[in-house]
């Protein structure tokens, strides 16, 4: 009898893990265990299910049928409701026990729903996390006409692109001074600003919303804090996610943020590890403990928990807090490391043109790249994550990180 791997969650880090153990355990006995209904698939790909671009068939992970065939058995639609770490045993919201030698927990983030806004559960009301939401907003917009997005995060404008292209109005409601906040100073925007005006998203800063009005069909509009409302018949909530640790509740594992990971992706608990979204994990910029929402990282910190649940001992070495690469718009984007330095006493070295946004961020002494945002020309963004993310000595190669002359020759050893 082989041992028995159990993984809660079968996303980006699950999956890694999943087939990293199978390459390392031939006989191991590996369970899946996924509260959704559909196969594992790619969750950056959903927006496209709004707009009808892509269908569930393109964007699952590995075809139907292979994890089977590898020896992974993937169990969608069961969700782990508690863990007994005495017994090491699993047991799922309808009954089933799973017993385990070693167990993952990769169960992702979940959208954070602010309670100062009433109406959230009404009909109607999305968040844009899972292939099922993204179904639903398909089929309400079919027949909605205006959506009120809340936040103007990154998710939020995906889905707001995506409804802007099947013809919906669409108003997006910020409090913060612009969109991305998360991700870049106000003022280093404006290229995706300008982007997203022109496609014809209509953007209220400084502005929260209150209530959401229903009436007999679900939405009917919404209610902001300056008194005024918007009439819609759709909404969707983008305020960012949180780990989801909810079937760890009155367990003694250590959750901090999101749950506890020593440099070996194990948690506070003998035999049972963590990675992705839901892990906490070290920045090697910082060098803080942070939570991440990344596919690379889930995928990355996965892979590093398979290598550990088979006994290869490996250290996961971080990810970079706010890496992020992405489109909006049509415009790319990367940013990565510190960016946000408005009134900090970082080195920073901004060149815009109408189009494009490039900035580059030194250590208060000057001595380090530390972070770098390239908003329409993305060209080498490659070698500034090396150079953030392994600490390079930037001695001799400084004027051309600043110039952007930079190109992997500089680091060839001699
Ligand atoms: C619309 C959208 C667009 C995105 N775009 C990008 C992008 O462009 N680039 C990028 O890097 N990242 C992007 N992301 C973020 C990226 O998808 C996540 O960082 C990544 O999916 C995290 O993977 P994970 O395996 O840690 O968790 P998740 O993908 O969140 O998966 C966790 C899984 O565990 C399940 N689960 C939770 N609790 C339980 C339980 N008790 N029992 C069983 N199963 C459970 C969840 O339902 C889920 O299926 C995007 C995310 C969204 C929603």
Not at 21 to 42: C, H, M, W
Not at 99 to 127: A, C, H, M, R, W
Not at 206 to 230: F, M, P
Not at 298 to 310: H, Q, R, S, W
Request: glycine letters at 10%.
């Amino acid at each position: 009898m082989g041992r028995k791997y159990v993984i809660v969650g079968g996303s980006a880090a699950g999956m890694a893990a999943a087939h990293t153990i199978r390459k390392k355990d031939r006989n191991g006995n590996i369970t899946v265990l996924s509260n959704e209904k559909a196969q594992p698939y790619f969750r950056p790909m959903i927006p496209y299910i709004i707009n009808g671009k892509k269908r569930p068939d393109d964007i699952f992970l590995s075809g139907s049928g292979i994890f089977t065939q590898g020896g992974i058995s993937v169990k969608t639609g069961f969700g782990a409701k508690s863990i007994d770490f005495q017994k090491k045993t699993v047991t799922t919201a309808s009954g089933e026990a799973f017993l385990y030698d070693k167990i993952l927990f990769s169960s992702g983030s979940t959208p954070y729903l602010p309670e100062n806004i009433e109406g959230l559960d009404s009909e109607g009301v999305f968040s844009l996390k899972t292939l099922s939401d993204a179904q639903g907003m398909a089929k309400r917009s079919e027949t909605a006409t205006h959506v009120v997005m809340l936040g103007g995060g990154i998710l939020n404008l995906k889905a707001a692109f995506a409804l802007l292209e099947k013809k919906l109005s669409v108003t997006m409601v910020v409090y913060s001074p612009e969109v991305l906040s998360q991700l870049m100073d106000p003022k280093d925007a404006f290229p995706i600003r300008n982007a997203l005006d022109n496609a014809g998203l209509n953007i209220i800063t400084g502005i929260s919303a209150t209530q959401v009005l229903t009436d007999s069909s679900g939405v009917c509009g919404v209610a902001l804090d300056n008194g005024s409302q918007i009439a819609c018949q759709m909404v969707c909530v983008g305020k960012g996610v949180v780990p989801d640790t909810g079937f760890l509740n009155g367990n003694d594992i250590k959750i901090d943020k999101g749950i506890f990971s020593d440099p070996y992706t194990q948690t506070s608990i003998k035999d049972a590890y963590t990675a992705g979204d839901v892990a906490v994990a070290i920045d090697p910029v910082t060098g803080e403990k942070t939570v991440t929402s990344l596919w690379t990282h889930a995928v990355e910190m996965g892979i590093c928990a398979g290598l550990n649940m088979t006994g290869s001992k490996t250290v996961y070495t971080g990810t970079l807090g706010i890496m992020n690469a992405t489109q909006v718009a049509d415009v790319p984007l990367v940013s990565m490391g510190i960016v946000h330095t408005k009134n900090s006493e970082y080195e920073t070295h901004a060149k815009k043109t109408r189009l494009t946004y490039r900035k580059i961020v030194f250590s208060k002494d000057g001595t380090r790249l530390i972070g770098a945002l390239f908003i329409g020309d993305i060209k080498n963004a490659g070698i500034y994550r090396y150079v953030i993310r392994e600490k390079k000595n930037i001695n001799g190669i400084k004027s051309h990180l600043i110039n952007h002359t930079v190109h992997y020759g500089h680091f060839m050893q001699p």
